[in-house]
Structures are given as structure tokens and as C-alpha cells.
């Protein structure tokens, strides 16, 4: 039993900046790699970041490295992804994942074994 919930996501201009966060309910999320995937219109849902359970291992997907970063603070249950830079291709709805048999690399490689899904957050970005 462990809820995803995302916030932070909203309309800005190309180049603004936007903080999303994950918290966790129900469980901690301590012994979890966590995940942030997008889906824009038109197109699949796509891997973002991910970062070990012990947030020493973060990934990223090509098109975000270099603007975005992926943290979490296990003591209040939570993960964020600090999204900088933003441009018009980021536009999508925002989604953490985890899974108790869920590994960060495996995230990166878009393998299976995430069961816990939030309701996404939606992020627009604005030229």
C-alpha cells in the first residue's frame, strides 16, 4: 500500500524553472528506487530520471541531462525533480513510479516491475 503524489507542475515560459515533488503515503519509500517519466501529446510515455534507493545512482534520458536533477529526502518521504531551463519539448504530464522490485537503471532502460504510479502533474511550456 504506498500513494504517489505529484505537485509542482504548472505554465511557464521557455527557460523558467519548475521544482515537481513526489510524496510517498502508506509506506516509506526508503528501500525504493524512484522514477519521474513523462507523456506528451502524441507520444509514449517516455523515462525522465531516476535515482537509487540510497540516491547515490541518478539517471537521466538524454534530452533532459545537463537541466534536469533528480533528489530525494528519505526522512520526509519524498523525491523532486528540479527541472531548469525548461523548453517547449518538456511540455507533459509529469509522472513518479516506483516498485519494490524496480531498480533506477532498469527505470532508465524502460523495464517493467513499477506497480505504484501517481496521477501525474502537468507541466507547460510556453516559447
Known amino acids: 500500500q504506498v500513494q504517489l503524489a505529484e505537485s509542482g507542475g504548472g505554465l511557464v515560459q521557455a527557460g523558467d524553472s519548475l521544482r515537481l515533488s513526489c510524496t510517498g503515503s502508506?509506506?516509506?519509500?526508503?528501500?525504493?528506487?524512484m522514477g519521474w517519466f513523462r507523456q506528451a501529446p502524441g507520444k509514449e510515455r517516455e523515462f525522465v530520471a531516476s535515482?537509487?534507493?540510497?540516491?547515490?545512482?541518478?539517471y537521466y534520458a538524454d534530452a533532459v541531462k545537463g537541466r534536469f536533477t533528480v533528489s530525494r529526502d528519505n526522512a520526509k518521504n519524498e523525491v523532486y525533480l528540479q527541472t531548469n531551463n525548461l523548453i517547449p519539448e518538456d511540455t507533459a504530464v509529469y509522472y513518479c513510479?516506483?516498485?519494490?522490485?524496480?531498480?533506477?537503471?532498469?527505470?532508465?532502460?524502460?523495464?517493467?516491475?513499477?506497480?505504484?504510479w501517481g496521477k501525474g502533474t502537468l507541466v507547460t511550456v510556453s516559447s
Open positions: 513510479a516506483t516498485g519494490p522490485f524496480a531498480s533506477a537503471a532498469g527505470m532508465a532502460n524502460m523495464r517493467g516491475g513499477l506497480d505504484f
Open positions: 502508506g509506506r516509506t519509500l526508503t528501500p525504493f528506487a
Open positions: 535515482i537509487s534507493w540510497g540516491g547515490d545512482s541518478t
